[in-house]
């Protein structure tokens, strides 16, 4: 009976340790799951040549959630690589007009209309640290820069119809941090779950009509929460 005792603690040990065992150098982990992407609250000043600069126009956009992936490769137990990819991401722009000013121009009030929408790719590269543990809870923290790309800009039906076109965003670069952890499931698999603020800044311009252009800088700064699944090879 000793003897089994000993045998089932020895075993159980093994089985800890085994989950408990850090990343080592080479290890390459694939993760795949939910992120969602939380642009800033703050909304953005519209400016408009034929109204006068600076209008009470503002714009904001949404958040939205897609399949979020991510690779990691470890240069040793603590230091790795990160690369964060996802489908490509859709936001609708709301106009926001407290002062009533569209009324006079577009015969409606478009405040809290939905403008149009926009899509995107935040893909980004980060050096993260994994700090020593000898649990099944690997924490970590992370810094590295983005590069986001917008695409299929566009206004929606009842915008163009007041005269609104050609609505384009330009491509952002800046910098991203983030904290997370990993859970080990065994010796392979493991839950993952993070945060992120990455700035990412972008000049919206659009025109209204033929000749009354306008333009906005957005903040989208997000602030980005991704729940995955990882497997480490």
């Not at 390459?28 to 800033?40: C, E, S």
């Not at 859970?183 to 311009?205: G, K, M, P």
Request: charged share 20%.
């Amino acid at each position: 009976m000793k003897k089994s005792l000993i045998t089932l603690a020895v075993l159980s040990s093994l089985s800890v340790g085994a989950i408990a065992q850090d990343y080592q150098a080479g290890d390459l982990v694939v993760r795949g799951g939910v992120t969602n992407v939380n642009p800033n609250s703050d909304k953005s000043g519209v400016y408009v040549d034929a109204l006068g600069g600076n209008t009470p126009l503002s714009l904001s956009v949404d958040d939205n959630s897609q399949l979020g992936l991510n690779f990691v490769y470890f240069y040793d137990n603590n230091w790795a690589i990160e690369v964060l990819a996802a489908t490509p991401f859709t936001h609708d722009i709301t106009i926001h007009d407290p002062q009533g000013i569209s009324s006079g121009v577009f015969n409606v009030n478009v405040d809290g209309a939905t403008l149009g929408e926009t899509t995107h790719l935040p893909p980004t590269i980060s050096a993260i640290y994994y700090f020593d543990s000898d649990t099944a809870f690997k924490p970590y923290v992370g810094a590295g820069l983005n590069y986001t790309i917008f695409f299929d800009e566009d206004f929606k039906k009842a915008p163009k119809s007041l005269g609104f076109n050609d609505l384009s965003l330009d491509s952002s670069f800046g910098y991203a941090i983030q904290v997370g952890a990993d859970y080990q499931l065994d010796d392979n698999w493991h839950l993952n779950a993070s945060v992120r603020y990455i700035d990412i800044d972008t000049e919206a311009t659009f025109n209204i009509g033929d000749e009354i252009k306008g333009s906005a800088d957005v903040d989208v700064d997000p602030v980005v929460f991704s729940l995955l699944v990882g497997y480490k090879f």
